[in-house]
């Protein structure tokens, strides 16, 4: 069974557009990450949610919205694509608290034309 | 910022030879951990080493941890051709009571065989 699953894995959407990527993770884990990384390899986290609670929201536009409906699932909602929201998006998780490590989704590369 | 940042970049080797790669960070952690990723996939979990840990082993994997020096590093011996990948260390920001693995651009390592 796949522990963090992401869907789409590609995404080629037009500019303007509004898309959706899906994670879910079956290891009963309380925090869940969106990481995105750039054609350099960068990963930036995005956003963090702790029992359905957001922690974290880096300096991300609000075109992006995460929307955590249950502890297993966080997903990415992005409004108004734009040319350089091209890049991958990784979902993961993790048990709360330290000295724990991050379970990765397989990605999803977004590519908008 | 406290994410780590990996050196050299891109690591090119023959197989059996042993590849290290460097990790600095800026400010104290409690934990740091090494990741690998294959290309097209998410991050593999390798190693975590506390802040009071000097070394860890792992299989072919030694790291170690200098907080005097905010640095780390990962050695891999004896390489193979399947360790062709790319290897990410994240520090462990806090946030709200949560521990954020925080990540940099990695170090490219290529093994020829």
């Known amino acids: 069974d796949t522990a963090v699953s992401q869907t789409p894995k590609y995404l080629v959407t037009q500019m303007g557009n509004d898309k959706s990527i899906k994670c879910e993770q079956n290891?009963?884990?309380?925090?869940m990450y969106w990481y995105k990384q750039d054609s350099k390899k960068f990963l930036k986290i995005m956003f963090s949610?702790?029992?359905?609670?957001?922690?974290i929201n880096e300096t991300v536009p609000n075109r992006f919205s995460p929307k955590s409906p249950d502890k297993a699932h966080l997903n990415l909602h992005i409004n108004s694509l734009e040319l350089g929201d091209s890049a991958v998006y990784f979902c993961?998780?993790?048990?709360?608290?330290?000295?724990?490590?991050?379970?990765f989704g397989q990605g999803t590369r977004l590519t908008v034309v | 910022s406290q994410q780590g940042e990996e050196d050299p970049q891109a690591l090119s080797i023959q197989e059996g030879e042993n590849a290290t790669m460097n990790c600095s960070y800026k400010?104290?952690?409690?934990?740091l951990q090494w990741y690998r990723q294959n290309s097209g996939r998410g991050l593999v979990h390798l190693i975590l080493?506390?802040?009071?840990?000097r070394e860890k082993h792992s299989g072919r994997l030694r790291v170690t941890l200098d907080t005097s020096k905010k640095s780390s590093s990962l050695l891999i011996t004896a390489s193979r051709a399947a360790d062709t990948a790319s290897y990410f260390c994240?520090?462990?920001?806090?946030?709200?009571?949560?521990?954020?693995?925080?990540f940099g651009r990695g170090t490219s390592l290529i093994v020829h065989p």
């Open positions: 993961a998780s993790s048990r709360t608290g330290g000295y724990t490590e991050a379970f």
């Open positions: 290891l009963g884990h309380d925090t």
């Open positions: 949610y702790n029992n359905k609670e957001l922690i």
């Open positions: 400010t104290s952690i409690n934990n």
């Open positions: 080493i506390r802040s009071n840990e």
């Open positions: 994240a520090t462990d920001r806090s946030s709200g009571g949560s521990y954020i693995p925080t």
